[in-house]
């Protein structure tokens, strides 16, 4: 089954594709349709003044000419020429990328309806499972997934054996609170950024701002842990109470927005966890708090039961694969 993103695809020419993020892009090529996905390189996007620089620096690194075709999957809505990344300070016209490098068609989508895309061709091995009975063929899938930021997107069946991707920013929506620390939680973050969005609390500064809002509570001084990396680590080692529970808290709103997330979709095809944060923890995220809060919706709490949840665990950016795919649907 392939993404019914158009109608007719390009038929020659080596195209870039990419997978940007607010910390890191990922780079690749394919010397043309239906070729594999080559020359993956990770650049570290502070070390870029501009995507076009990025784009450039990859180029020149391989000594590869410029493409004819470029898709790019960017953490951002996609809605007019200008772009201006959420999570980072990249800005830039599509136009005037698309005359820079002389390229014939550019295709910008968000990252994780690229990531989307991509799902349904995702291989078993590339999946793991974290509860639930049997996906229903040709339903709706969730995605969600936490790293920089917090992306949402999901894919439904357009009736005729094809996907319809979703670009949205589900990512944002308010955040729930479910606990009395949760709601002290939420409390502090709505006087922080005026806004507690799921995001806000469901990425690594979320992490980290969580863990800290937990030791000012119970009257610790600062600093703990620095970093979210640091919050990761003293939880999965059991070295700090509240690291431990940050990042218990962390998967517990993880769970209720992704429930929320399938309750909204209808994903009875399955719910998918992307990102760089939660295929890092490994086996100790299947027994952390997120099926629980997932499952936990009142009269509805059966149908949640029934919804598998994968997290995805493949090496290489599947959105790069979206990105390919999506081209690949242009005129």
């Known amino acids: 089954m392939t993404p019914t993103f158009s109608t007719t695809s390009l038929t020659s020419g080596p195209r870039l594709l990419a997978d940007v993020g607010g910390t890191n892009a990922r780079f690749a090529w394919s010397a043309g349709q239906g070729a594999p996905i080559e020359h993956i390189r990770v650049l570290p996007c502070a070390s870029h003044p501009t995507l076009q620089s990025a784009m450039h620096a990859y180029l020149d690194s391989l000594g590869l000419a410029a493409p004819l075709h470029a898709a790019i999957a960017i953490a951002n809505p996609i809605t007019g020429d200008q772009v201006s990344m959420t999570n980072h300070h990249w800005s830039f016209s599509q136009s005037a990328v698309k005359e820079e490098f002389g390229l014939k068609t550019l295709r910008l989508l968000n990252d994780f309806t690229a990531l989307a895309l991509a799902l349904p061709v995702l291989p078993a091995k590339e999946l793991r499972p974290v509860g639930g009975g049997t996906a229903r063929r040709e339903a709706p899938m969730a995605l969600i997934g936490a790293g920089t930021g917090l992306g949402v997107s999901g894919l439904l069946p357009d009736g005729a054996g094809g996907w319809i991707p979703l670009q949205g920013e589900g990512g944002h929506v308010t955040l729930p609170s479910a606990t009395v620390r949760e709601r002290l939680v939420v409390d502090a973050l709505t006087y922080m950024y005026g806004h507690a ?37 003293a939880a999965l080692a059991g070295s700090d109470a509240h690291a431990l529970e940050a990042l218990r808290m962390f998967c517990a709103f993880l769970g209720t927005v992704a429930g929320n997330l399938a309750l909204t979709l209808g994903a009875l095809g399955g719910v998918f966890i992307g990102g760089g944060i939660v295929p890092r923890l490994g086996a100790w995220f299947d027994s952390s708090p997120f099926r629980e809060r997932f499952e936990t919706k009142g009269r ?25 795919r999506a081209l690949e649907g242009l005129a």
């Open 300 to 324: 509805f709490t059966p149908l949640l039961q029934g919804i598998p949840v994968w997290v995805i665990t493949s090496e290489q950016s599947p959105a790069l694969l979206g990105a390919q």
């Open 197 to 233: 969005s799921a995001e806000r609390a469901v990425c690594g500064q979320g992490l980290l701002d969580t863990y800290n809002l937990l030791r000012k509570a119970d009257g610790l001084a600062m600093p703990g842990c620095r970093t979210p990396a640091e919050v990761t680590a």
